[in-house]
């Protein structure tokens, strides 16, 4: 095996370990087993890049990687990937105290229509069980 394969596949189990820390083997077990050839090169780029390389970096921790892929989701409106991520957030140790806060400062920066929705999201993934 070559150097550059050798240190893909390094990259790739260190993602995936990322990935389940985070996202719960579960949700990875699902997205793995949803794999067709067609989607096969992205699963192994987000697995490799995002969570090998970027989410794998010492610079952050996972918590506050957590919050602020939160903001910017609420900011993108990305709804699916919203509700994935604030179940993340939550593994990760961040509380429904801090993620209310997060969607309070999005409201400002991303505008009051994305923070409704988060919040709609938030509300009905969170339930109403304490802080």
């Keep these: 095996m070559d150097e550059k394969a050798l240190d893909d596949e390094v990259r790739h189990a260190q993602g995936m370990s990322v990935r389940r ?5 579960a949700h990875v077990d699902a997205a793995v087993s949803g794999t067709t050839e067609f989607t096969a090169d992205f699963q192994d780029f987000i697995t490799r890049y995002a969570w090998g390389d970027v989410w794998a970096r010492p610079g952050l ?23 994935m991520h604030l179940r993340a957030a939550l593994r990760v140790g961040v509380t429904r105290a801090e993620i209310r806060e997060i969607l309070l400062q999005s409201a400002i ?8 929705r988060a919040f709609a999201i938030a509300n009905e993934l969170l339930g109403e069980e304490g802080d």
């Design 21 to 25: 820390a985070v996202l719960g083997d």
């Design 61 to 83: 921790d996972r918590r506050t990687r957590s919050c602020i892929t939160i903001a910017m989701l609420v900011t993108l409106k990305q709804e699916h990937e919203l509700a």
């Design 109 to 116: 920066y991303a505008g009051v229509p994305a923070a409704n």
